[in-house]
Each structure stands twice: as C-alpha cells, then as structure tokens.
C-alpha cells in the first residue's frame, strides 16, 4: 500500500472468513445500493486495499494468517489509509474491541449481529465520513497553534497535518466547537456517532486517548482534551 488506491466511493469490503455471513450482510448491503467486495483472509485484504480505496472496510477480528487487528494497525499506518472500519469482534472480546479502537476503528458490531443494524452502522459512520463537520459553520476553528477547517476535514498543530479518522475529527471538532462545556460519554455517543445504545462508554474513552496522543504536548496532561471526573470530558481554548 505504498500508493495512494484509487477511490471507490459506492464499494463496501467485506473481510471475513464465514461464507455465510460474508453472503448474508453482502446481500443487505447490495439492497442498499453498494457494490461489495470481498475477501476471506488478511492476505486477500492486503491485497484488495493495495488497488482500491473502498467507502469502508467491514473487518472480523478473527481471521486466518493475518488477523484483523493487523490488517487494522498497518492500513492506519499508511498516509490513505483513513478509510473507515467496522470491526467485527465475537460477543465478551471486550480486550479486541478496545484494542481495535485504539488502534483507530470507527466502529465495531459482535457476532452474532443484525444485518440490518449492521447496514445501519455503516450508513451512520460513512454520514460521519462524509460530513463537513458537527456544527452550524464552516469557518475554521483556531485555538492557539491548534487549526481545524471542517470543509477540508483537515486538522494542523503548528502548522502541521494531523493525521485523524473521521470519527476522531468528529469528536474533535463536536468538543472544540463547544468549548468549556463538559459532555457526558453517552452524550458525546450520540452527538459524534450517531447512537448510544450499541456501543460502550469505553469507546469514547479510546477515541480521546487517541487525540491526546496526536495533539497534547504531554498526553498523561492534556491542556486541550481535558477530564471533568465523574462527568466527562471537555475542551479547553486556553489550553495551550
């Protein structure tokens, strides 16, 4: 994936060694209106995400040779590789869910799922994607050296790009466009992802972890992406 692939905004890959659920959800996404493509293991995956940019990536966990978490941390680990993902984890793998957030998964699903949610899923997270940004204006925020232009979807620290998933640059954005307000994690779920019954507070949890590691100075004491303790998190202006 030395390249930049070309970019398939319609196509859905589907990476899973279960024929029949590879079947199943490729049939709930082709109704939708996708174009699907497959693949059976990590090395087929490499192999497909080295010639194409699909709209997103449904990812098991669990799969032969080279397994999810992998394939996860090397596409994040490649300049285009900020395509979305939805992982797929088996019911109780809390330690995989956790580990492919932080290693930058927009989403995840546990086996066994509804197709339908999971279609819903992906429609929630490529909306993430493709918005211009979680606010009423298109203007630029610019706290200190801190700059993100949300028509861009861009973010640069000193003059510098940041390299975010979309769902980080969302959650950025939401915080920093309300700056001082303190959010709960249920509330930052439905604001940023779109839902909350799904998915574990924890989640959040990863994502600011993630941002911190990308713009504080000093992750283990964040100026901007601040914690109100038994409450939830906040942005500070004056952080910096």
Do not use: C
């Amino acid at each position: 994936m030395s390249s930049p692939p070309t970019p398939e905004p319609d196509t859905i890959l589907i990476v899973d060694d279960e024929p029949s659920v590879v079947e199943v959800v490729a049939l709930y996404l082709q109704r939708e209106g996708f174009h699907v493509r497959t693949a059976r293991d990590g090395a087929e995956a490499l192999l497909a995400l080295s010639g194409e940019r699909p709209a997103l990536v449904i990812l098991d966990v669990m799969l032969p040779h080279i397994d999810g978490l992998s394939i996860l941390r090397r596409l994040r680990q490649n300049p285009a590789g900020n395509v979305p993902v939805i992982l797929l984890t088996a019911r109780g793998q809390e330690v995989d869910r956790i580990a492919g957030l932080d290693l930058g998964a927009d989403d995840y699903v546990t086996k066994p799922f509804s197709p339908a949610e999971l279609v819903s899923r992906v429609r929630a997270v490529l909306r993430r994607a493709a918005a211009p940004a979680l606010g009423q204006s298109d203007a630029p925020i610019i706290h200190g050296e801190l700059r993100l232009d949300p028509g861009a979807r861009e973010v640069t620290l000193r003059g510098r790009p940041v390299e975010l998933t979309a769902t980080e640059f969302n959650l950025l954005w939401f915080l920093a466009a309300h700056p001082r307000q303190v959010f709960r994690r249920d509330k930052l779920l439905a604001e940023v992802w779109g839902y909350a019954d799904y998915l574990d507070p924890s989640t959040v949890t990863v994502h600011i972890r993630r941002l911190r590691e990308k713009i504080e100075r000093d992750p283990a004491k964040p100026a901007w992406l601040q914690t109100v303790w038994g409450v939830g998190y906040k942005f500070d202006p004056e952080g910096e």
